[in-house]
């Protein structure tokens, strides 16, 4: 069985070496619409060749679409029309409402799994792609009674073969649960940099001061603009109705350092920990 | 020369265990307000002995204190009338402003040394500690003409021997450095895992869907509200200056994201992937 993974940066990279790695694959091809990542991926490993898109239809069992989410909007729709009724098609994006709204009615809807892996890191490129990235980690497949089963049985086999953990979720959950566990994240971690940076003029305060903490909190503001961009405007209901409550949140708690409302503080600041159980102590 | 640690939470447990690692001290004692991280102390090494503090104050040549700030506010000023002129006293706390107000005109101003280690992790009490907390991390002592050049001499000895790097300032820049670079994180991270608390219910989907992305930004929420209320309070005006600029970031991003302006967001968060540039690219 051939797989072609489309976008060969961290997320479809490390998804392609995760297929070698298990030998999950006969021949894994790649596709990318810079050539230098094409270059980038033999050079690394990443894919046994890299074909056009067309050739990558006609040659592979199982397409992976890891492009950015504005592209796969198109693109899942397009890939269907090419495909035939015997090959399947996955995507790893990070919202799904849209996307599978867009095919609903499709006729090979059925060959398609909307899969969303709760990986990644800050950093892009195929250079970021590592084979562990995914390992242990959730995977989610929305709208499970839309594929068929043996679209959904290829899809774990290959998600559970690099160490995922799958779980299963209506496309329109999955857009809202995001917003606030992943999306908001990244615009907290966005902004935070950029306050920072727009007041410290000089960097090495920066560089000096910044302990460990900072640093945590500030990581997501090094992710992709062109991958996060789409994504906050394909779940933007969500998005914003997350960053409402959170810059609500944090009006509240500016309201309390002014007054010195250090009971106040403290209570907000005690729920806050509740998070303690749901992470762990790491 | 023996050295007295007051309060052996994460701060002062790390700060005691690393003089002993370094063999800095012919003799670490410690106090605490609660006998049970004495006791704690005691059995898991932290320090040689635990004393009361005036019994600490007669023995010892440098108390240091890692108190909360509001304790310390008083602690200082009050070590400081009952040390003699051949002794020193350092502070380890998160905010300097007011503190060195406090007792700029007492008589043994000068054998006081103001600093703000900047390191430590979300965990509190001694079992938090350990002693390579410090170790490649950034002190600042404040204010350094308001202290004799033995005091200052006797602080870098101490903080050099645990493998610090000591930068000077002066404490109102300080306060409004760890603001932004610091004290913001802290607040950023207690509203998002407070948002995300408030809004999941069903804290399986937590569990289940974040990411390493979420655990790292959300991560200092773990703090302890104790020790973060009076740093917030004591240095409201610049957290409070950071956090309206913060909330003014993410009101314009929301903005954004409401009308879809895909290429504002695009600068914006090009702008915040600068902090790559800062941070280096772990």
Same mark, same amino acid.
């Given at each position: 069985?051939?797989?072609?993974?489309?976008?060969?940066?961290?997320m479809g990279g490390s998804f392609a070496m995760a297929l070698r790695k298990n030998q999950l694959a006969d021949q894994v091809f790649g596709v990318d619409r810079l050539?230098?990542?094409?270059?980038?991926?033999?050079?690394?490993?990443?894919? @046994?060749?890299?074909? %056009? *898109?067309?050739?990558? /239809?006609?040659?592979?069992? &199982?397409?992976?679409? =890891?492009?950015?989410? #504005?592209?796969?909007?198109?693109?899942?729709?397009?890939?269907?029309?090419?495909?035939?009724?015997?090959?399947?098609?996955?995507?790893?994006?990070?919202?799904?409402?849209?996307?599978?709204?867009?095919?609903?009615?499709?006729?090979?809807?059925?060959?398609?799994?909307?899969?969303?892996?709760?990986?990644?890191?800050?950093?892009?490129?195929?250079?970021?792609?590592?084979?562990?990235?995914?390992?242990?980690?959730?995977?989610?497949?929305?709208?499970?009674?839309?594929?068929?089963?043996?679209?959904? @049985?290829?899809?774990? %086999? *290959?998600?559970?073969? /690099?160490?995922?953990?799958? &779980?299963?979720?209506? =496309?329109?959950?999955? #857009?809202?649960?995001?917003?606030?566990?992943?999306?908001?994240?990244?615009?907290?971690?966005?902004?935070?940099?950029?306050?920072?940076?727009?007041?410290?003029?000089?960097?090495?305060?920066?560089?000096?001061?910044?302990?460990?903490?900072?640093?945590?909190?500030?990581?997501?503001?090094?992710?992709?603009?062109?991958?996060?961009?789409?994504?906050?405007?394909?779940?933007?209901?969500?998005?914003?109705?997350?960053?409402?409550?959170?810059?609500?949140?944090?009006?509240?708690?500016?309201?309390m350092i002014d007054e010195e409302d250090q009971q106040g503080m403290k209570n907000a600041m005690n729920q806050a920990n509740d998070i303690r159980k749901i992470l762990?102590?790491?």
């Amino acid at each position: 069985m051939n797989v072609t993974v489309v976008g060969l940066g961290l997320m479809g990279g490390s998804f392609a070496m995760a297929l070698r790695k298990n030998q999950l694959a006969d021949q894994v091809f790649g596709v990318d619409r810079l050539s230098e990542h094409e270059k980038e991926a033999l050079e690394l490993g990443i894919v @046994d060749q890299c074909v %056009k *898109l067309e050739e990558a /239809i006609s040659t592979s069992a &199982v397409i992976v679409l =890891a492009t950015p989410v #504005d592209v796969l909007l198109q693109q899942v729709s397009d890939v269907l029309d090419r495909m035939s009724p015997s090959q399947f098609l996955i995507d790893l994006g990070s919202t799904k409402f849209k996307l599978t709204e867009r095919v609903k009615d499709h006729s090979l809807r059925g060959r398609y799994v909307a899969s969303h892996p709760m990986a990644g890191t800050e950093n892009t490129g195929p250079k970021a792609a590592f084979a562990n990235l995914y390992s242990n980690a959730i995977n989610v497949i929305c709208d499970r009674q839309s594929s068929d089963s043996e679209a959904i @049985d290829l899809a774990l %086999k *290959l998600f559970d073969g /690099i160490g995922m953990k799958t &779980v299963f979720m209506e =496309a329109k959950d999955h #857009d809202k649960h995001v917003a606030y566990i992943s999306h908001l994240s990244h615009v907290s971690s966005f902004m935070l940099g950029l306050t920072v940076l727009n007041k410290e003029e000089d960097e090495k305060n920066i560089a000096n001061l910044a302990g460990s903490g900072f640093e945590s909190t500030v990581r997501l503001a090094k992710s992709s603009p062109d991958m996060w961009a789409p994504i906050f405007a394909q779940n933007k209901m969500e998005v914003s109705t997350a960053l409402g409550e959170y810059i609500n949140h944090l009006k509240t708690f500016k309201k309390m350092i002014d007054e010195e409302d250090q009971q106040g503080m403290k209570n907000a600041m005690n729920q806050a920990n509740d998070i303690r159980k749901i992470l762990g102590k790491s």
